[in-house]
């Protein structure tokens, strides 16, 4: 838990770090932990940073944005969600 809470303080403040976790990271859990310092600022911008990785070659890095998106609750992410239950 320590860890995550660490993670979560310097994504917020690190907008580069956060930008390299969601780029780069196989860690399921950076890869959303990131995305949910994305979604904590702007819910509209986090949409459109995760929709992209639900296209993603590693199983962990889409299942982080879609566990986010659904999270979200926008109905803008709806179409986005559906569609990756075709995975």
């Not at 303080?9 to 907008?15: H, I, V």
């Not at 780069?24 to 990785?53: I, K």
Request: charged fraction near 20%; glycine fraction near 2%; include cysteine.
């Amino acid at each position: 838990a320590n860890t995550a809470c660490q993670m979560v303080e310097t994504f917020l403040s690190d907008a580069a770090k956060r930008s390299e976790a969601i780029a780069h990271s196989e860690d399921g859990q950076t890869v959303y932990l990131a995305l949910w310092s994305v979604a904590f600022a702007d819910a509209a911008e986090a949409f459109r940073v995760a929709t992209p990785l639900l296209s993603d070659s590693s199983v962990v890095r889409r299942y982080a944005a879609l566990h986010l998106l659904c999270e979200l609750g926008l109905d803008a992410a709806r179409p986005a969600i559906l569609t990756a239950f075709d995975d």
